[in-house]
């Protein structure tokens, strides 16, 4: 029998999280981030692919999967990115009254941990995430979380988080060069963990204010600004996160292209180097063979997470 979301207050916990952690651009850019919430012991509820996260209802944006059998898969070996990503997307279950929508490759890694899961791009983690000093840092100011060094999203990343990840108790994962991850018991305090580690970041790095994303036809003023102090081939040249390879090519910084998210990728991207660089830190950018993975994987957009 279907899932029927008028039965169940799951999927408002699911949209409350999600809007709440995708209201806000220093914490999510563009079509980045991904919340889930688990239904027991098989099913969970996680944002869809292509969905911006400010945009789940409990009427829509989210799919329903069996976690349990992503769980095992991973646990078994999860194979490679095509057949790792099918996989997932042949665990998606039907939902009364709502459209089907594919889960993400990031499902893998959300069926790992505790009930409920947001994952953001937020800029003061990657901070930590994006500098060579940052996880050294981040193991000081942190001591319980866990650090991953960067794996590309999907199997890989799946693999390395399934090695530390816990079904209960509070847990936090940054993400080299890709983002921060936690996860609770119940929405509120996934929700007030989230908050509390970027907060924490925020004051101790002693950061700056987060510029304004207003909307544009074209870059930004302040992205014009930035990468004019950059330089284009620099940015091109020098990829942060998939994020960046993803929205940041050469049309988009000409500014033509998917603008809202871009302004909102760039802003982050230039918010999050300026302070590297006034921390006196290093940045660490992704290496060639690992862009030229990015660039081989059959969701192509990274447009699941």
Avoid at 172 to 188: D, R
């Amino acid at each position: 029998m279907p899932f029927d979301p008028e039965l169940d207050n799951a999927p408002r916990l699911l949209a409350r999280a999600a809007r709440a952690a995708g209201s806000r651009p220093d914490l999510t850019q563009g079509g980045g981030g991904n919340v889930s919430i688990k239904l027991g012991a098989e099913r969970m509820l996680v944002k869809a692919s292509g969905v911006q996260l400010k945009d789940v209802t409990p009427a829509g944006g989210y799919a329903l999967v069996n976690y349990g059998n992503i769980r095992r898969r991973i646990a078994s070996g999860p194979g490679g990115e095509n057949e790792f990503s099918e996989f997932i997307c042949a665990q998606a279950l039907p939902v009364k009254g709502v459209k089907p929508a594919r889960p993400s490759v990031e499902t893998g890694f959300h069926a790992l941990l505790n009930t409920v899961v947001i994952h953001t791009h937020s800029v003061y983690a990657n901070i930590l995430n994006m500098s060579a000093e940052g996880h050294a840092l981040g193991r000081e100011m942190f001591p319980g979380a866990e650090f991953i060094p960067y794996k590309s999203p999907g199997p890989q990343l799946c693999s390395a988080i399934n090695d530390r990840a816990r079904a209960s108790g509070p847990q936090v994962f940054f993400l080299a060069n890709h983002g921060l991850a936690a996860a609770h018991a119940g929405t509120e305090g996934a929700l007030e963990l989230n908050e509390r580690v970027n907060e924490t970041i925020r004051r101790g790095l002693s950061l700056p204010p987060y510029p304004g994303v207003k909307p544009s036809a074209g870059l930004s003023a302040h992205n014009a600004g930035r990468l004019a102090h950059y330089g284009e081939n620099f940015i091109l040249e020098n990829i942060l996160s998939p994020d960046q390879a993803l929205y940041c090519g050469p049309a988009a910084l000409g500014g033509r292209g998917e603008m809202g998210a871009v302004n909102e990728v760039l802003t982050a991207l230039f918010y999050i180097l300026d302070c590297i660089r006034a921390l006196n830190f290093t940045p660490r950018f992704l290496t060639g063979p690992e862009v030229a993975y990015f660039d081989t994987m059959k969701s192509g957009r990274y447009s699941g997470r």
